[in-house]
């Protein structure tokens, strides 16, 4: 090779190095920050907003379609509907196809009702829309709503590692966003006549998932014998004895849902939502407290014992509940009967499903003020085979609370004092706390009873949402 060549061979080489920096140089250029797609329904909210208290909160909001391109911080938006709030669009890169975004948001809500912002996002809009609640929130031995110590760090550990089981296609049935319009799709009937519940059905599980779900249910309901989840197991349990003795596939276990309302965490408002046929759990959390452990309705059929058809063991979950309120109602005078006897039978729950905020404004019944310590400590264990559907530390919070109502709770009954015979009904009304039990007639076993048992709380069904 001659000088020349060698020259120019040098010369191409230094050309391809210049144009390969600059197009380097191109490729990574941040262009502006663009998404396809922002959905505020599914937004979630670090901490509940109550009128005329000050607010900080935050909305994570998710978007897909990303393109990977760095945002500022965005102007405040003033809130609509209810007025007083701003929401600021915090500064954040996107990633590249799905992701969130971060919106803080101050101030004070003028009132209650449904504060909305008008906010936009890598060219894209929605309404954000963040529900403000009446100024109710309070401690936990005070006629308030609900805001006690939970598992919660437990809770959502296997909240997490239950849905790391799950397919895309499973996840996606079983994660909606928060709303209290879908934690109010519960009922008491077999899904295959209500049709409305939602999540994802137990069916679908694998060996794996069954475990992963009990693991849950679990670390979320109390460690008491028979209550908690035990009692939630005795009633899937009761299903299946059903599905097998003459109620045929309408019933089983197979036939429950559980559904995530709102995305498990230790700060942000979500719901854990566990129902079917004959049991309903629903529990809400809120900046890392529990805010609602109602409703909850139990049942179960056969009643109150059987040989279950999965261990041949058996199963009594509902027993305590009959005995702790025969054990009070018998605790009581001719007298003190007849003050709490009601005018007319209850052949029903006044409060059961779909009859969200069906509470009589006026009380009936004998009054915990007019009875003895004794007796306050028997309608206290009543109760408590309620609350203890709880996880341990959220029951014992709950239960100081209903303790320190005692005296402005009352209690009336109608039928026998056994509450084991059709007709028997009797219910727990507090400040709080609001317990039924109804008696009624066999549906798949004939010549039978089987009970309706409902626990609301007049202030904090759906965490007060």
Known sequence: MNLKTSLLSVAMVALLLIFGCENNEVTTTTSTATVTALNCSSATFSATATASTAYTGTATVPYTGGNGGAYATGSAVTSAGVTGLTATLSAGTLVAGAGSAVFAITGTPASSGTATFAITLGGQSCTLSLTVVAGTTGGTTTGTAWSVDSDIANIVKLAEAFKATLTTTQVAALQYSYTKAQAQKWSNFP????????????????????????????????????????????????????????????????????????????????????????????????????????PNFRSTEPYPTWTSTNTAKTVQPLVQETVAFANFLKSLSSTELTTAKRASAQNDLIAGPQKDAAFPTTKTGIKGANLTSAQKDLLLLAIKTYVDDLDDKAAAAVLAKYKAELDDTYVSYYGGTTMAAQGDYILIDGPGVWIEWSMQGGVIIRNSVHPHSVWRDRKSDYGAN
């Not at 942000?268 to 609602?292: D, F, P, R």
């Open 191 to 294: 899904e295959s006549i209500y049709k409305g519940r939602v999540g994802l059905q137990t069916s679908s599980f694998s060996t794996a998932q069954w475990t992963a779900f009990l693991n849950l249910l679990k670390v979320a309901t109390s460690t008491t014998a028979n209550e908690g989840y035990e009692e939630y197991v005795g009633i899937l349990d009761a299903d299946d004895y059903l599905n097998l003795n003459g109620g045929g596939s309408g019933y089983g276990s197979g036939n429950y849902y559980i559904g995530f309302l709102g995305t498990p965490s230790t700060t942000g408002l979500w719901c854990l939502q566990i129902g079917g046929h004959h049991g309903t759990n629903i529990t809400t959390y809120n900046g890392g407290k529990m805010t609602g452990g109602t």
